[in-house]
């Protein structure tokens, strides 16, 4: 009897059809890409470079959903978040309209996924929701009434509650990254220090910081500032990063280039939608002093060691 199981067994997977575990391992996350409306960014080009990144990895389907450009009306944009399991927001533009903020909030709060990617952490200051779920943010109009800053200084995080805008960054350069939390499924079995190539690195955030733990830091204008970090909103699961700017010409993408934003991308948005990271730890991630660079943004094929030409 045990033999004919086990032979019908390897019959089913000769005809390719695959066990209930095999089957949820190859499920695809349906991600929502949200952009529009960004007048200091090349949206376009890092919504293409997102897609592609996601994509090549084949553990992602990634859609678009676009705002009406400045000016336009925001009442046609409606999207339907209860179809998928992530929302990416890469958007610098106009506050979404109440019904569409509710259904956000209301997403998120029930167990939704998502990954704020950069300049998302600027726009809709005046939507509390938002805040909340970003955690910290910058610019159009913040200031201490929205919360203290945060940052890490000798193994704690530190609330500074003083007077002031939130919000700066210096001109884009190369810095090293510290991870903060190198257990946390995102980061665990990556180098805890290592290299990332030409960006525009924010600094100076304030906000909520209500249910937040920082990932990782960059010491920047005296101290280690937060560029990496997760948010508990309600059920949910949110991942901001502040790397990854593209400037305002088709070329300037290459932030996006950098393996180290496209594996902790990678590992964000699947920790996210799922909860847990199944990706293995490739073999060009950045060293402490030199970073790597995935031109075509995908993994070549030999950096994980477990995968097969």
């Known amino acids: 009897m045990k033999t004919r199981?086990?032979?019908?067994?390897?019959?089913?997977?000769s005809l390719g059809i695959s066990s209930p575990a095999q089957a949820q391992q190859k499920k695809v996350i349906k991600t929502m890409m949200i952009a529009g409306a960004d007048g200091s960014h090349y949206w376009q080009g890092a919504c293409d470079a997102m897609k592609q990144i996601l994509e090549n990895s084949g553990m992602f389907q990634v859609d678009f959903a676009f705002t009406p450009n400045f000016g336009g009306d925001m009442n046609t944009f409606k999207p339907d978040f209860s179809k998928y399991d992530l929302i990416v927001i890469n958007y610098g533009g106009p506050t979404w309209i109440e019904p569409v903020r509710k259904d956000f909030e209301k997403y998120v709060a029930d167990g939704g996924a998502v990954v704020v990617i950069h300049s998302s952490v600027v726009p809709m200051a005046d939507?509390?929701?938002y805040n909340e779920i970003v955690g910290m943010a910058a610019w159009d109009g913040r200031n201490e009434k929205d919360g203290p800053y945060l940052y890490w200084k000798d193994g704690q995080y530190v609330y500074d509650y003083s007077p002031g805008y939130a919000g700066y960054h210096g001109l884009q350069h190369e810095t090293v990254i510290e991870h903060r939390a190198p257990e946390h499924p995102i980061l665990k079995g990556l180098r805890p220090s290592w290299k990332h190539f030409k960006d525009e690195i924010y600094t100076r955030l304030r906000g909520p910081v209500k249910n937040m733990e920082i990932l990782a830091t960059a010491?920047?204008?005296?101290?280690?500032?937060?560029?990496?970090?997760?948010?508990?909103?309600?059920?949910?699961?949110?991942f901001v990063d502040l790397?990854?700017?593209c400037g305002n010409d088709p070329n300037m993408i290459y932030s996006m280039q950098c393996t180290g934003f496209q594996v902790t991308l990678l590992r964000g948005c699947e920790w996210a939608a799922t909860?847990?990271?199944?990706?293995?730890?490739?073999?060009d991630f950045p060293l402490e002093d030199t970073y790597t660079l995935r031109p075509e943004f995908k993994a070549p094929f030999h950096v994980y060691p477990n995968q097969k030409p």
């Open 5 to 13: 199981l086990i032979l019908f067994i390897a019959f089913l997977l």
């Open 127 to 129: 939507w509390k929701g």
């Open 219 to 238: 010491y920047e204008r005296g101290r280690n500032e937060p560029l990496m970090w997760t948010v508990k909103y309600g059920k949910g699961r949110v």
């Open 243 to 245: 790397l990854g700017h």
């Open 275 to 283: 909860g847990t990271v199944t990706q293995e730890v490739p073999t």
